[in-house]
């Protein structure tokens, strides 16, 4: 099957995603299969309770990046097309943060090229999460942030 990577998808918004629309965009009659991956506001992180999240982009970079994303999942699976939509700004719980939808004739590669999509986009676009909470407010980078300096303990000498 050909692909054209013109019949892909690629945005950042800032208003809420809409994952009807993509999935119908990448759907077509020569697949049997259509994946997608929802990630949403969660209301909670590293046990306390997230009120809501805000996010930043560099974004020309962080749209070329998810491009070349795209790109590469034509090269690694045989894949149709991508759809890809990342929201920018503030996000209530509940809400779709990113939202990724891969079609292919067979569920395998989908699967696969929709598992790659997420994992990749989060170690290499510059797109940036500020969790809110009752006490204030951090950047997420992924990892448990780190305890206030007056309050961690000395690490001993090795």
Known sequence: MASSLQDD?????????????????????EDGAVVTFDGCVRNHSHSR???????????SMALAKIREIGAH?????????????????????GETSVFIAVSSPHRPAAFEACRFAIDTLKRTVPIWKKEYFEDGAVWADGEVPPAPAETRAAKPAS
């Open 9 to 29: 998808l690629y945005k950042l918004v800032r208003e809420p995603i809409d994952p009807a629309a993509l999935v119908r965009h990448v759907r077509a009659p």
């Open 49 to 59: 309770t997230t009120l809501y999240l805000e996010y930043e982009a560099y974004e």
């Open 73 to 93: 999942i034509h090269e690694k699976f045989p894949i149709h097309r991508v759809a890809i939509a990342h929201r920018l700004g503030r996000l209530e719980i």
